[in-house]
């Protein structure tokens, strides 16, 4: 398994400005994941990231949108940039350990955009 | 393309009573096939999965799915409800990224 945690863990956001969000695991992982999730709904991806390339965007998400880092093997960050209030959402950190495709993920921040 | 259907949005169950939560799936080749539970306020966290071999399948906290190839289901199951159990539960199919389903909300009744 894997310990994953996230920062910040909510918050409030105006309209136009931009929110990065940390993504940090206890182990060393090849495959890190963002998601969307409205509360009580399903999961959209956001992207993938890989250590070491540019992440793998989801059709509808932009990387000027949601610019994204992986500098190493346990740490990754996610921003949304522009706010507007349709990005109020929850964003979900994700990574896939050795074990066949088990995704673990970290408990989320919460994103209101006023 | 592979897809997800849960076709349950709300299941009900009286504590002690077994319970199901169903899930359909679509996908090309061998399904990969999961089930995580998201508790209130928390992260999604894995319950089980099917690869290969049996078809039944045992996880965390007492679950069980069985895997039925020909009706091409995963059904979550557990024999004796607790109300904590109650949770949203989503499953999901891996061919390159995981799909994830709408969710079911499980409420087990004392």
């Known amino acids: 398994s894997a310990v994953i945690s996230q920062k910040p863990s909510r918050d409030i956001c105006q309209r136009g400005t931009s929110l990065t969000i940390q993504c940090q695991v206890d182990s060393q992982v090849t495959m890190m994941f963002w998601y969307r999730q409205q509360p009580g709904q399903s999961l959209t991806l956001i992207a993938t990231?890989?250590?070491?390339?540019?992440?793998?965007?989801e059709s509808g998400f932009v990387i000027d949108k949601f610019p994204i880092s992986r500098p190493n093997l346990t740490f990754s960050t996610l921003t949304v940039s522009n706010l507007s209030p349709e990005d109020s959402s929850i964003y979900l950190c994700?990574?896939?350990?050795?074990?066949?495709?088990?995704?673990?993920f970290g408990p989320g921040t919460r994103l209101t955009v006023t | 393309a592979q897809s997800v259907a849960q076709p349950e949005d709300q299941v009900n169950v009286a504590e002690g009573n077994p319970l199901t939560v169903k899930c359909t799936y679509s996908v090309s080749g061998n399904p990969y096939l999961f089930w995580y539970v998201q508790y209130p306020n928390r992260g999604l966290q894995f319950l089980l999965k099917?690869?290969?071999?049996?078809?039944l399948v045992k996880g965390s906290y007492g679950f069980e799915a069985e895997f039925n190839k020909s009706q091409t289901s995963f059904h979550l199951k557990k024999p004796s409800a607790l109300v904590s159990d109650s949770a949203l539960y989503f499953c999901?199919?891996?061919?390159?990224?995981?799909?994830f389903g709408d969710g079911t909300t499980l409420t087990v009744k004392p």
């Open positions: 994700s990574v896939e350990t050795g074990v066949v495709y088990e995704q673990y």
């Open positions: 999901a199919v891996r061919a390159g990224k995981s799909t």
């Open positions: 099917y690869i290969t071999g049996d078809n």
């Open positions: 990231a890989n250590q070491g390339s540019e992440a793998t965007y």
